[in-house]
């Protein structure tokens, strides 16, 4: 079975500043996909980034991008110059490629960013 | 723009009640599914559904039954609500097949409280 661990419960950090999330995940797998999403205090779960796991190049969506680690199953999102409205629950997911596209979520990273 | 859209934001029931968590999305997408979200737990899956009338059990589907009579819409029920199903419910939906769409279409959530 997968799984995904995301070590950081809670963050900080000033605004403008870079933070990185960190996320593990562990399968047999070897086509995936990996996904960080967020889900700001309005609630609505929001895709930030996705990554397949044959592509060797990190994906990046403006100022979040991925460092993926495929070989160490490590999947980190780096937010550059955050801004308040980064702040949000940000979770981790995986998701093999099968017919139902199951998505597994770790538990969470709540990030605040602080003016 | 896509929508899933849940017809309760909050809601609040008492033991014993039967409970139907409605969603419905307009994109055409075959699959549809129902979390559970709580805080230090993240997001578990409780039923997907990948076609009209069929449904299949996710992690904790134990309390829980879904119906999907049309492909737009898929119900949560809890047969008899009890306190330990207090939480917070979201709906998603998929396209299987759409790679560059891999990802799930949220709904905005139902916080329900069983009192």
């Known amino acids: 079975a997968q799984t995904v661990t995301q070590s950081q419960p809670e963050m900080s950090v000033q605004e403008a500043e870079t933070v990185t999330l960190s996320c593990t995940y562990d399968t047999s797998e070897n086509n995936y996909y990996l996904f960080w999403y967020k889900q700001p205090p309005s609630r609505q779960m929001i895709l930030v980034i996705r990554?397949?796991?044959?592509?060797?190049q990190n994906a990046t969506e403006n100022r979040f991008s991925v460092n993926f680690q495929k070989a160490a199953k490590s999947f980190s999102l780096k937010i550059s110059d955050s801004q308040l409205g980064d702040t949000a629950m940000y979770f981790c997911?995986?998701?093999?490629?099968?017919?139902?596209?199951?998505?597994?979520f770790g538990k969470g990273t709540r990030l605040h960013i602080l003016p | 723009d896509v929508k899933v859209t849940q017809s309760s934001r909050y809601l609040v029931k008492r033991t014993g009640e039967k409970v139907f968590l409605e969603c419905v999305q307009d994109?055409?997408?075959?699959?549809m599914f129902w979390y559970r979200q709580d805080p230090g737990l993240g997001l578990r899956l409780i039923y997907f559904?990948?076609?009209?009338?069929?449904?299949e059990k996710g992690d904790i589907p134990e309390g829980y039954s879904v119906s999907r009579e049309k492909k737009e819409r898929f119900s949560l029920i809890l047969e008899s609500a009890s306190t330990n199903q207090t939480s917070m419910y979201l709906c998603?939906?998929?396209?299987?097949?759409?790679?560059?769409?891999?990802?799930?279409?949220f709904g905005s959530g139902t916080r329900l409280t069983v009192v």
């Open positions: 998603a939906s998929s396209f299987p097949g759409q790679k560059a769409n891999y990802g799930y279409t």
């Open positions: 559904s990948y076609d009209v009338k069929m449904k």
């Open positions: 990554q397949e796991a044959y592509k060797q």
């Open positions: 994109m055409d997408h075959e699959n």
């Open positions: 997911a995986f998701m093999k490629l099968h017919r139902d596209d199951k998505i597994i």
